[in-house]
Antibody, heavy 117, light 111 residues
């Protein structure tokens, strides 16, 4: 069974950098793209970006160059970095596995990241 | 970006009754490979979203057959034949024909 386990800081101050990591157990790591998705309180889902095992990545232009993803295939984990955070970045952040680059079939547990001074 | 518009945004249903949610996309989700890249998720309170339907009408593993999907091109719907208490939550449609992947606003189903 595929499991995604997220870790990272949950409280940040404005202008700081958000860093989250998602570890993958079970299933194939190299055969998929891996995504980050976020959900602001009481709001809908926003796709942040994706990365594969070679480091090939795509990001949502709405994040205007503040996002970077990285991967460590040997550890079966991938990471999200979001710079210059503001209150608008307060959200639950999810990592997820893409199936055939079409849909998300396995999700992490979610990490609430709060940006507050 | 492709805009996904869901209606209604909230739905109150009596157990045992049917329910339907509409999702319209701002461009066709039919790809030249013959697949239509529309998906439906359910997010229960405090949980991660879970996939219900993929490529218009295919139920994901373990999804009860009271859930069904239909549609083509830009107009799609998710139907529940008989709503049960465990079906409460927020339903989202999503497109993956084009990056960035985008979701509908969500439809909150209440009993």
């Amino acid at each position: 069974q595929v499991q995604l386990q997220q870790r990272g800081a949950g409280l940040l101050k404005p202008s700081e950098t958000l860093s989250l990591t998602c570890g993958v157990s079970g299933g194939s790591f190299g055969g998929h793209y891996w995504s980050w998705i976020r959900q602001a309180p009481g709001k809908g889902l926003e796709w942040i970006g994706e990365i594969n095992h070679t480091g090939s990545s795509n990001y949502n232009p709405s994040l205007k160059g503040r996002v970077t993803m990285s991967v460590d295939s040997s550890k079966r984990q991938f990471s999200l970095t979001l710079t210059s955070v503001t209150a608008a970045d307060t959200a639950v952040y999810y990592c997820a596995r893409e199936n055939n680059r079409s849909f998300f079939d396995f999700w992490g547990q979610g990490t609430l990241v709060t940006v507050s001074s | 970006d492709i805009v996904m518009t869901q209606t209604p945004l909230s739905l109150s249903v009596t157990p045992g009754q049917p329910a339907s949610i509409s999702c319209k996309s701002s461009r066709s989700l039919l790809h030249s490979d013959g697949k239509t890249y529309i998906y439906w998720y359910l997010q229960k309170t405090g949980q991660s979203p879970q996939l219900l339907i993929y490529e218009v009408s295919n139920r994901f593993s373990g999804v009860p057959d009271r859930f069904s999907g239909s549609g083509s091109g830009t107009d799609f719907s998710l139907s529940l034949s008989r709503v049960e208490a465990e079906d409460v939550g927020v339903y989202y449609c999503m497109q993956s024909i084009q990056l960035p992947y985008t979701f509908g606003q969500g439809t909150k189903l209440e009993i």
